[in-house]
Nanobody, 118 residues
Framework: QVQLVESGGGLVQPGGSLRLSCVPS?????????MGWYRQAPGKQRELVAT???????IYGDFVKGRFTISRDSAKNTVHLQMDSLKPDDTAVYYC???????????WGEGTLVTVSS
């Protein structure tokens, strides 16, 4: 059974920081996977936050503007998202994603809520 266990969400004031983590289990081919984070705010579609591929190349959403950094730990097969200078507009449920394109596999976490408010 594949699970993506997310942690690190919570309430933070504008300008603050959070670090999200995603720990996969039940997957033995993480080395073939692109890992990333997506988010969904109320009334909006899910959107790309950041992804990191097997060669460590990254893609970021346009709204990040250098504030977020995605990384992966190849030894632990985990992915992290460091979020700095958070804004109220960053408030959303953040979902971990693991994509194994060669096998047409796409896995999602349950989501972790990030609330940026004073």
């Amino acid at each position: 059974q594949v699970q993506l266990v997310e942690s690190g969400g919570g309430l933070v004031q504008p300008g603050g920081s959070l670090r999200l983590s995603c720990v996969p289990s039940g997957i033995n081919i993480i080395k073939l996977a692109t890992m990333g984070w997506y988010r969904q705010a109320p009334g909006k579609q899910r959107e790309l936050v950041a992804t990191i591929a097997t060669d460590d190349s990254t893609i970021y959403g346009d709204f990040v503007k250098g504030r977020f950094t995605i990384s992966r730990d190849s030894a632990k097969n985990t992915v992290h998202l460091q979020m700095d200078s958070l804004k109220p507009d960053d408030t959303a449920v953040y979902y971990c994603n693991v994509k194994i394109a060669i096998f047409s596999k796409n896995y999602w976490g349950e989501g972790t809520l990030v609330t940026v408010s004073s």
